[in-house]
């Protein structure tokens, strides 16, 4: 079973431009949850997509915004970069069959902010 | 609020000895979940385990081992006969009612160190 793909791996950017990320879940996995991890704020939930439909949102700011696709791949932008959006970005696909539950992570995709 | 403490920033051990992690969380919720999940120096968290809040059966998993105690708000894990393998960040993390997997409030993380 292939594993959680993110792309791209690593991302350099300068403030103000906008970025988009890939995350491509596990298969048969429709929950797709995105992650953002730095060392001042640590792990903070961004948001989570079930079937194309957000289902749960964090407390970021509209510049950062997502997207689920009818394959379960989802995507995650971000607009007008600051650079306190440099960190590392997670994604974590899951699945929940009665009291059966995978959830795998993606290797992240780190973003710099210049 | 939701709220996850995980006290211990730095733990060093040496290889076959225990060591426990410490949880403490904050909840208003009377359903949810509670998780750990290992993040080696690679930087791709580990997913290791979730527990419902209703369940406080303690479970073990080969060396892994983890505590429930609703009546103290703690979630810990034992590592037992560590080894060099183990040395990860350890997170704790709590997930809101109804929401069984997402919305994840996270500990600050135990950085644990394993020597040989």
């Known amino acids: 079973k292939a594993g959680v793909t993110q792309t791209p791996r690593y991302l350099i950017k300068t403030r103000g431009q906008q970025v988009t990320l890939s995350c491509s879940p596990i298969?048969?996995?429709?929950?797709v949850s995105w992650y953002q991890q730095t060392p001042g704020q640590g792990l903070q939930f961004l948001f989570e997509?079930?079937?194309?439909?957000?289902?749960n949102k964090g407390n970021f700011p509209g510049r950062f915004s997502g997207r689920q696709f009818s394959n379960s791949r989802s995507e995650m932008n971000v607009s007008t970069l600051e650079l306190g959006d440099s960190a590392l970005y997670l994604c974590?696909?899951?699945?929940?069959?009665?009291?059966?539950?995978?959830?795998?992570f993606g290797p992240g995709t780190r973003l710099t902010v210049t | 609020a939701q709220k996850v403490t995980q006290a211990q920033t730095e733990i060093s051990v040496v290889e076959k000895e225990d060591v426990t992690l410490d949880c403490v969380y904050e909840?208003?919720?009377?359903?949810?979940?509670l998780f750990w999940y290992k993040q080696p120096p690679s930087g791709e968290l580990v997913f290791l385990i979730r527990?419902?809040?209703?369940?406080?059966q303690n479970e073990i998993s080969g060396r892994y081992s983890w505590n429930f105690q609703k009546s103290t708000s703690s979630f810990n894990f034992t590592i037992t006969a560590s080894q060099v393998v183990d040395s990860a960040v350890y997170f704790c993390?709590?997930?809101?009612?109804?929401?069984?997997?997402?919305?994840?409030?996270f500990g600050e993380g135990t950085q644990l160190t394993v020597n040989p």
């Open positions: 974590a696909s899951s699945f929940t069959s009665g009291s059966r539950y995978e959830q795998y």
């Open positions: 298969s048969g996995h429709r929950s």
């Open positions: 997509y079930f079937s194309e439909t957000q289902r």
């Open positions: 909840t208003r919720d009377t359903t949810y979940y």
């Open positions: 527990r419902n809040s209703f369940d406080e």
């Open positions: 993390a709590l997930s809101e009612a109804g929401t069984s997997g997402s919305r994840l409030t």
